[in-house]
């Protein structure tokens, strides 16, 4: 089950700003909701959509944009941030990220919610300072940054929470 703040702490109606991060993928793409208020970032929810491998392209396609439009509805969004293509050697699974982004891009341009895209190392350098940081000192930092007693699980939807978070650091 997702994190959800708000069920844990029925304080929405306090929040200014809400920023989804993304992390795009066919089999599974992580998100993560952020809320800021006067300036501080505070997760709302985040959590992973996963596909099937024994459904069709278009029938996970489908899953996706279904899923993050009902997680759009919910949290009505002032910007979405998600991660930027970035591939060096598998040529596959960079084409079933970009149709999984495609989707993505398209639903937030049909809600009229404005996309910012993010590398992988501007994550990173606004996460931790450092574009050569590892996958555990980003979590650690996420961990921290947004005062959460653990390290968002699964990895996607850390990285989720991250590409927000740097979203909502760019942005100041």
């Avoid at 702490?9 to 909701?33: C, E, F, H, W």
């Avoid at 049909?110 to 190392?121: A, D, F, L, S, W």
């Avoid at 940081?133 to 991250?162: C, F, G, N, W, Y």
Wanted: hydrophobic share 40%.
């Amino acid at each position: 089950m997702p994190y959800n703040k708000e069920a844990a702490n029925n304080r929405t109606g306090d929040l200014k700003m809400i920023v989804i991060g993304i992390d795009p993928g066919l089999a599974r793409v992580g998100y993560g909701v952020i809320a800021v208020n006067n300036r501080n970032p505070a997760p709302v929810c985040y959590g992973c959509i996963e596909t099937g491998k024994d459904q069709n392209t278009s029938g996970r396609l489908f899953h996706i944009y279904t899923e993050i439009e009902a997680l759009i509805e919910k949290y009505p969004p002032a910007q979405i941030a998600i991660e930027k293509l970035f591939f060096t050697k598998n040529i596959t699974s960079a084409m079933s990220v970009s149709e999984a982004r495609g989707v993505i891009l398209l639903l937030a341009e049909q809600k009229k919610i404005p996309v910012t895209e993010y590398t992988p190392n501007q994550v990173k350098q606004a996460i931790t300072g450092s574009g050569r940081a590892d996958k555990r000192q980003m979590q650690e930092m996420i961990m921290r940054l947004l005062h959460l007693s653990e390290i968002p699980r699964p990895d996607d939807a850390a990285d989720a929470l991250s590409i927000a978070l740097c979203h909502i650091h760019i942005m100041r």
